[in-house]
């Protein structure tokens, strides 16, 4: 019964169009309907996720370079430059997050055996067990959010959400800064 009543009540953003239409009526304010809502979406779900991975003293960036060497496979180890070119861990600082990853025994640094220029981060027992563990909550939590949408609203939003983003890659004329990096 609640969630009918809020999913009838008008939201933040239906106030703020109405609000454009009554002001300037003359302007399409409909970009402000997908992505406003894209927006308070993405805030939404970054402090439910934010404050899950703080129960297990993880950061969003930590978690990031844990999951990226978790999805590398055994022996489950990458340069930095491989971890920033993975598509979630920006370039940006990899250094302070291998390092408290590393402070934390959750991962080692190790030198190539044949290059000794090439320097490793690789997974500890610790690291894969806590990444195992929290990425299994993680889906969880996802599930939970996703929960108000059928498995083919599901499917749809991510093939929509796909073309979007393709849309805001092709707008600008500018090539797709995770491509670059790849």
């Given at each position: 019964?609640?969630?009918?009543?809020?999913?009838?009540?008008?939201?933040?953003?239906?106030?703020?169009v109405g609000d454009w239409a009554r002001e300037?009526?003359?302007?399409?304010?409909?970009?402000?309907?997908?992505?406003?809502?894209?927006?308070?979406?993405?805030?939404?779900?970054?402090?439910?996720?934010?404050?899950?991975?703080?129960?297990?003293?993880?950061?969003?960036?930590?978690?990031?370079?844990?999951?990226?060497?978790?999805?590398?496979?055994?022996?489950?180890?990458?340069?930095?430059?491989?971890?920033?070119?993975?598509?979630?861990?920006?370039?940006?600082?990899?250094?302070?997050?291998?390092?408290?990853?590393?402070?934390?025994?959750?991962?080692?640094?190790?030198?190539?055996?044949?290059d000794r220029r090439v320097v490793y981060s690789?997974?500890?027992?610790?690291?894969?067990?806590?990444?195992?563990?929290?990425?299994?909550?993680?889906?969880?939590?996802?599930?939970?959010?996703?929960?108000?949408?059928?498995?083919?609203?599901?499917?749809?939003?991510?093939?929509?959400?796909?073309?979007?983003?393709?849309?805001?890659?092709?707008?600008?004329?500018?090539?797709?800064?995770?491509?670059?990096?790849?």
């Open positions: 019964m609640a969630q009918r009543r809020a999913a009838r009540r008008p939201d933040a953003v239906a106030g703020i300037r009526p003359e302007l399409d304010t409909s970009p402000l309907e997908v992505l406003a809502r894209l927006h308070r979406s993405y805030l939404q779900y970054q402090s439910r996720m934010t404050s899950r991975l703080d129960e297990h003293g993880l950061s969003v960036a930590g978690f990031d370079v844990l999951t990226a060497l978790r999805r590398a496979g055994a022996p489950y180890r990458l340069t930095a430059g491989q971890l920033a070119a993975s598509g979630l861990v920006s370039s940006a600082g990899v250094t302070l997050r291998l390092d408290r990853l590393e402070k934390d025994g959750l991962l080692v640094r190790e030198r190539d055996a044949d690789r997974l500890t027992e610790a690291g894969l067990k806590k990444v195992d563990e929290v990425f299994g909550e993680h889906l969880e939590n996802e599930r939970r959010m996703l929960g108000g949408l059928s498995p083919a609203e599901h499917r749809q939003l991510a093939r929509l959400l796909a073309k979007l983003e393709r849309s805001i890659v092709d707008s600008d004329g500018l090539p797709d800064q995770d491509a670059e990096a790849g």
